[in-house]
C-alpha cells in the first residue's frame, strides 16, 4: 500500500489546501462541517504556513485523492500555542525543550486510510525535514490511537492532563529528540506521576 502513494510539500496556494482543510475538519471536528468550520482551517492553515521553519507535507493515493497531511514549524516566542504549552512546564523543561523546538502541529490521516502506515510515513518525512533539536505536540489524553503512535516513534510524555486551551480539552504534551540526539531523556525533563 505505502509504495502506492505519493508525499509531497505544501504551501499556503497549494491547489489541495481546501481539500487539507476538510480533512483537518473531517479528523478534528464534527461530521456535520460547517462551511464557516474549513473556512476557518483554511484560514489557520494559511497563517502557519507562513511561520518561521514550516513544513507542510500531503499524501495521495494512486489515484490522486488527499489521504494525509501532516505541518509543523520552529516554536518561537509570542507564537499563541507555543505560549499555551511553555504555560504548562517549568522553566527548567521549557529551555530544554521549547529552545531549538520544532512544533510538530497537525497530522490527518483519511479514516479509509488508516492503520496502514501513512501516519508513520508522514511523522517520519516531517520529522527528517526540520534541522531543530527537539520536537513537542499535543494530543488529545483520550486519543489512543495517536499516543500509541507517538510512543512508537520515541516519543515522551512531558506532561499529562495539560489544560492548554480548556481544562474541559485536557491534552498530553509530547517531546522527542531530534537529529542525532541519542541520549536517553534526563529524568528531570519527563513526566512523572505524582499520584
Given at each position: 500500500?505505502?509504495?502506492?502513494?505519493?508525499?509531497?510539500?505544501?504551501?499556503?496556494?497549494?491547489?489541495?489546501?481546501?481539500?487539507?482543510?476538510?480533512?483537518?475538519?473531517?479528523?478534528?471536528?464534527?461530521?456535520?462541517?460547517?462551511?464557516?468550520?474549513?473556512?476557518?482551517?483554511?484560514?489557520?492553515?494559511?497563517?502557519?504556513?507562513?511561520?518561521?521553519?514550516?513544513?507542510?507535507?500531503?499524501?495521495?493515493?494512486?489515484?490522486?485523492?488527499?489521504?494525509?497531511?501532516?505541518?509543523?514549524?520552529?516554536?518561537?516566542?509570542?507564537?499563541?500555542?507555543?505560549?499555551?504549552?511553555a504555560n504548562q512546564l517549568s522553566d527548567d523543561k521549557i529551555d530544554f525543550w521549547l529552545a531549538d523546538c520544532f512544533e510538530f502541529v497537525e497530522l490527518a490521516v483519511n479514516h479509509?486510510?488508516?492503520?496502514?502506515?501513512?501516519?508513520?510515513?508522514?511523522?517520519?518525512?516531517?520529522?527528517?525535514?526540520?534541522?531543530?533539536?527537539?520536537?513537542?505536540?499535543?494530543?488529545?489524553?483520550?486519543?489512543?490511537?495517536?499516543l500509541n503512535l507517538y510512543r512508537k516513534k520515541g516519543w515522551e510524555v512531558i506532561k499529562k492532563d495539560a489544560p492548554i486551551i480548556s481544562k474541559d480539552n485536557l491534552q498530553v504534551?509530547?517531546?522527542?529528540?531530534?537529529?542525532?540526539?541519542?541520549?536517553?531523556?534526563?529524568?528531570?525533563?519527563?513526566?512523572?506521576?505524582?499520584?
Open positions: 500500500m505505502l509504495e502506492n502513494i505519493e508525499i509531497d510539500y505544501f504551501n499556503s496556494n497549494d491547489s489541495d489546501i481546501e481539500k487539507i482543510a476538510k480533512l483537518y475538519c473531517m479528523t478534528f471536528l464534527t461530521d456535520n462541517i460547517l462551511l464557516e468550520d474549513k473556512e476557518n482551517a483554511v484560514k489557520n492553515i494559511r497563517k502557519h504556513t507562513g511561520y518561521e521553519g514550516f513544513i507542510g507535507l500531503k499524501c495521495k493515493d494512486a489515484k490522486g485523492k488527499l489521504i494525509g497531511f501532516a505541518y509543523g514549524y520552529t516554536s518561537l516566542s509570542k507564537q499563541f500555542y507555543r505560549e499555551k504549552i479509509s486510510y488508516k492503520r496502514l502506515g501513512v501516519a508513520s510515513k508522514l511523522h517520519d518525512e516531517l520529522l527528517a525535514n526540520t534541522n531543530c533539536g527537539t520536537a513537542v505536540l499535543t494530543t488529545a489524553i483520550k486519543n489512543k490511537p495517536a504534551i509530547m517531546g522527542k529528540l531530534l537529529n542525532g540526539n541519542h541520549f536517553n531523556f534526563p529524568e528531570q525533563y519527563k513526566y512523572k506521576n505524582e499520584t
